[in-house]
């Protein structure tokens, strides 16, 4: 019988597996993919947050601020491509102000550690490319950028150096409840384990169903990003957001740690059946949102993606494009 069976193996299931392979525990995932990291942690923002969002007093700013000071640590540690360089949320009139204070109240109440609030002159001179619509900013010196499948692949291949058993292309199909734990079906066997760990990303919900009454249903948001070229990627220093509206967090504009730019996402509906083809469309709305903030970028699409996903949606696919949008 296994002491912990772990469902998922993205940057969640991957993190879970580290952590509890320094226990003698005998530990196995069950990732449904052919290989870790395949679904929302392979393609996203790569954005590790401060923690000004979550509403204070949540479990959710608790880890999100602790969480983002592990990360530094554990790249450190596995030699994870990793950068802290900050990120700014922009302020692009008078009237986004007071936003970006619930913002920075939000952030001292997490202790979101050197958050502060910029004037347009203090904004500008830390990225000079902004537009000079800038009213202020909210400065947080604590988030970074990192390589999110590279993170999920260095805490996997640990956990499993240690003893964790990986099992790929498992998915696990029914729960049920026994005398002395859960029995997990799988495609090579009914498996015992005395805990569950729920890490299965943006099926969680299924899973969790299979185990105990309807509680949560996840509702999947396509997103799709422009990744540019290294050419851009100096174009700004810090990730760049806008302030949150109904759509989410905005469209960013981000440096990468291999060294391009992102920009990006939209925010649409739910995904169509994979193999469909990609518009340029959502594409041109994320360009004329990013030209806002930064008006000197070119952008020279190399990968778009499409994404089902939560609030930090699940890049899938990966087209190449042609499309040049110059803002």
């Not at 990627?233 to 391009?260: D, S, Y």
Request: with cysteine; glycine share 8%; net charge negative.
């Amino acid at each position: 019988m296994l002491d912990v069976a772990i469902i998922g193996c993205g940057v969640v299931g991957a993190a879970a597996a580290y952590e509890l392979s320094h226990y003698p525990l005998h530990t196995a995932i069950f990732e449904a993919e052919n290989d870790v990291a395949d679904c929302t942690t392979k393609a996203n923002s790569a954005i590790l947050h401060a923690g000004y969002d979550p509403e204070p007093g949540t479990r959710m700013a608790r880890l999100n601020v602790e969480g983002v000071a592990l990360a530094k640590e554990i790249c450190a540690r596995l030699d994870v491509p990793y950068r802290q360089c900050g990120s700014l949320v922009l302020a692009l009139s008078p009237a986004e102000l007071p936003h970006l204070q619930k913002l920075y109240e939000n952030g001292i109440a997490n202790g979101v550690p050197g958050i502060r609030l910029l004037s347009a002159e203090e904004t500008r001179a830390m990225e000079p490319g902004l537009s000079p619509e800038v009213a202020g900013a909210l400065y947080a010196p604590s988030a970074a950028i990192v390589s999110p499948w590279e993170y999920a692949l260095a805490m996997a291949e640990v956990a499993v150096r240690n003893g964790v058993e990986l099992h790929l292309s498992s998915p696990v199909t029914c729960i049920q409840k026994t005398a002395s734990g859960w029995a997990l079906t799988t495609p090579s066997g009914v498996v015992e384990a005395r805990y569950v760990v729920n890490a299965a990303g943006i099926r969680a919900d299924a899973v969790h169903d299979m185990a105990a009454p309807h509680r949560f249903t996840i509702q999947p948001t396509r997103g799709e990003y422009y990744l540019l070229d290294k050419s851009e990627g100096m174009r700004v220093q810090h990730v760049i957001f806008q302030c949150p509206n109904e759509n989410g967090k905005g469209v960013l504009v981000a440096p990468t740690v291999h060294g391009n730019l992102i920009v990006g996402p939209n925010a649409e509906p739910p995904a169509p059946p994979p193999g469909w083809p990609l518009s340029a469309r959502p594409h041109a709305a994320a360009c004329r949102t990013s030209a806002s903030a930064s008006p000197s970028a070119t952008l020279q699409a190399s990968a778009p993606m499409w994404t089902p996903g939560i609030s930090s949606s699940a890049r899938r696919k990966v087209h190449p494009a042609s499309s040049t949008w110059p803002v």
